[in-house]
């Protein structure tokens, strides 16, 4: 008895990577993006094909059209380019020189102390009014 392994599908042990097929094997991630890129490029081709020569346009087609389509297909440790971006910007955002803070655990408790206190004190103070 010989199995057939033309018959059988390969499933990712990773689930997560899994994406839905929407138009022509792409996902709608895929799709909006490269309709902006469409959207994006091919005026730039007509306007520059016609002021200048076809090179021009071609050259401003893949400059226009070029980062919204790699934004799509781009993923990297389960991260898009516009998240990556994102983080990068935090990271650089942030200062350079971290200096170590901790908080005190003795002196929270003796605020906590200080605070019920002073509670205290004015709840009676009320009363007696």
Do not use: W
């Given at each position: 008895?010989?199995?057939?392994?033309?018959?059988?599908?390969?499933?990712?042990k990773?689930?997560?990577?899994?994406?839905?097929?929407f138009?022509?094997?792409?996902?709608?991630?895929?799709?909006?993006?490269?309709?902006?890129?469409?959207?994006?490029?091919?005026?730039?081709?007509?306007?520059?094909?016609?002021?200048?020569?076809?090179?021009?346009?071609?050259?401003?087609?893949?400059?226009?059209?070029g980062?919204?389509?790699?934004?799509?297909?781009?993923?990297?440790?389960?991260?898009y380019?516009?998240q990556?971006?994102?983080?990068?910007?935090?990271?650089?955002?942030?200062?350079?020189?971290?200096?170590?803070?901790?908080?005190?655990a003795?002196?929270?408790?003796?605020?906590?102390?200080?605070?019920?206190?002073?509670?205290?004190?004015?709840?009676?103070?009320?009363?007696?009014?």
């Amino acid at each position: 008895m010989t199995q057939h392994n033309e018959h059988f599908v390969k499933i990712p042990k990773d689930l997560a990577e899994i994406n839905q097929k929407f138009i022509a094997g792409l996902t709608k991630r895929q799709v909006i993006c490269f309709g902006i890129g469409i959207l994006l490029g091919f005026p730039a081709f007509f306007i520059f094909n016609n002021l200048i020569d076809l090179q021009a346009g071609c050259l401003a087609l893949a400059i226009m059209a070029g980062p919204p389509v790699f934004c799509g297909f781009y993923k990297k440790n389960g991260l898009y380019l516009e998240q990556k971006i994102k983080l990068m910007f935090a990271f650089l955002k942030k200062p350079k020189v971290r200096t170590y803070q901790s908080e005190n655990a003795f002196e929270m408790i003796e605020r906590n102390i200080e605070y019920r206190k002073l509670k205290k004190m004015l709840s009676q103070s009320e009363i007696k009014k």
